[in-house]
């Protein structure tokens, strides 16, 4: 059964990268497009990364544009964030998510699965 197990997340001091993984249990059409949300504190939860099931396309949110990359492995069945110059900014619980479209996969309300998330958290 799709399940979104998500690892990787941490402490990181400000301008440094950290890698976040996403493993899912069973890979489905209503899982085929994987990607990556975030909530920060008293903000509300925003797509940030999106891969289709043959690695293009992918999505990216404006704010993170050029230093985060998400990849995937699917003899794994994992989804990777590579995020690289971290900011203050950055700091935020990720969700890892899945959708049957990109489309689906860039709005919160059409997500079909959730990861339970991980905390980054990016120090000065």
């Known amino acids: 059964q799709v399940q979104l197990v998500e690892s990787g997340g941490g402490l990181v001091q400000a301008g440094g990268s950290l890698t976040l993984s996403c493993t899912n249990g069973?890979?489905?059409?209503?899982?085929?497009?994987m990607g990556w949300f975030r909530q920060a504190p008293g903000k509300e939860r925003e797509f940030v990364a999106g891969?289709?099931?043959?690695?293009?396309?992918?999505s990216y949110a404006e704010s993170i544009q050029g230093r985060f990359t998400i990849s995937r492995d699917d003899a794994k069945n994992t989804v990777y964030l590579r995020m690289s110059s971290l900011k203050l900014e950055d700091t935020a619980v990720y969700y890892c998510?899945?959708?049957?479209?990109?489309?689906?996969?860039?709005?919160?309300?059409?997500?079909?699965?959730w990861g339970l998330g991980t905390q980054v958290t990016v120090s000065s």
């Open positions: 998510a899945a959708a049957s479209t990109m489309r689906d996969l860039q709005d919160k309300r059409s997500i079909n699965y």
């Open positions: 069973a890979f489905t059409y209503s899982s085929s497009f």
């Open positions: 891969i289709s099931w043959q690695g293009l396309p992918t």
